[in-house]
């Protein structure tokens, strides 16, 4: 009988124990979870973010940006405008505006040739590869980049002797010819973060005004700033300006002149 008891005693104790225990396992086994989770999930957050801030612009074409997204593109902004070359997007180059003295940069070579500033190489090609894949079948041409002070003197040259070709007189095809071809040393073509764009038809330029800004590149001479601008309306000439500006500008419709004075009030 003792021992008999004994034993059930012991049988008792045990299953007390393990009924007692039982809610701590569970609580431990439920908070590990949870932190798994928890770790799993700022890991995942994280991942995206980086990837967000490093390639900015991969989002589909035709898609506005989400408040997410468009914050990831002002955190990224924002880190540049923190390093040294704060603004060298936001150079202004324009008839009255001469390249800056010593302006410095590092050339890249794009499809068809054509050299460009290697900072704005990226979105460049991500705007060019979605403006093929919405529109049409091949990538739309930058049949003008970078160009040196003697090319953009030859092409100035160019323009003046067409002119004057035409029965224009020395005078008169010189200011004929700065509607179009900016005087050598004014041009945004020399500091490698403006292109001339050609496409297959002209469907293209009416993509770009719509779109470009998701890339950081604005439509930089609109018809109807051609007084603030100094230049006449050029469809194929995009400029690079980053997202961030891009984007405003293009929501309250300022050309670059614009934009820059604004901020600067
Ligand atoms: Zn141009």
């Not at 008891?5 to 908070?31: A, C, M, V």
């Not at 961030?244 to 300022?254: C, H, K, N, R």
């Amino acid at each position: 009988m003792n021992e008999r008891n004994d034993k059930q005693y012991e049988r008792y104790r045990r299953l007390r124990k393990r009924k007692t225990n039982r809610p701590i396992i569970l609580i431990l086994t439920f908070s590990i979870i949870m932190i798994a989770i928890a770790i799993l999930g700022s890991l995942l957050l994280k991942g995206s973010e980086e990837h967000v801030i490093l390639n900015p612009t991969d989002t589909q074409p035709g898609l506005t940006l989400d408040d997410d997204i468009s914050s990831g593109i002002e955190e990224s902004g924002k880190q540049q405008s923190s390093t040294d070359d704060t603004e060298w997007n936001l150079t202004l180059v324009n008839k009255w505006n001469p390249i800056p003295d010593n302006y410095e940069i590092n050339l890249v070579e794009v499809p068809g040739g054509e050299k460009v500033d290697e900072r704005i190489y990226e979105p460049l090609m991500e705007m060019l590869e979605a403006a093929k894949k919405e529109n049409w079948d091949q990538l739309p041409k930058v049949v003008s980049g970078y160009r040196t002070q003697e090319k953009q003197q030859k092409f100035y040259d160019e323009k003046i002797a067409e002119y004057k070709q035409q029965g224009y007189s020395e005078n008169e095809a010189v200011e004929q010819a700065k509607q179009w071809v900016a005087v050598p040393g004014y041009s945004e073509h020399q500091i490698g973060i403006a292109v001339d764009i050609n496409g297959a038809t002209y469907d293209l330029y009416f993509w770009l005004q719509e779109n470009s800004y998701k890339y950081g590149f604005i439509f930089r001479y609109p018809a109807g700033k051609t007084d603030v601008t100094g230049t006449a309306e050029e469809v194929w000439h995009y400029r690079y300006v980053g997202v961030e500006v891009a984007t405003e500008m293009y929501e309250q419709g300022l050309c670059l002149e614009e934009y820059l004075d604004r901020i600067e009030k």
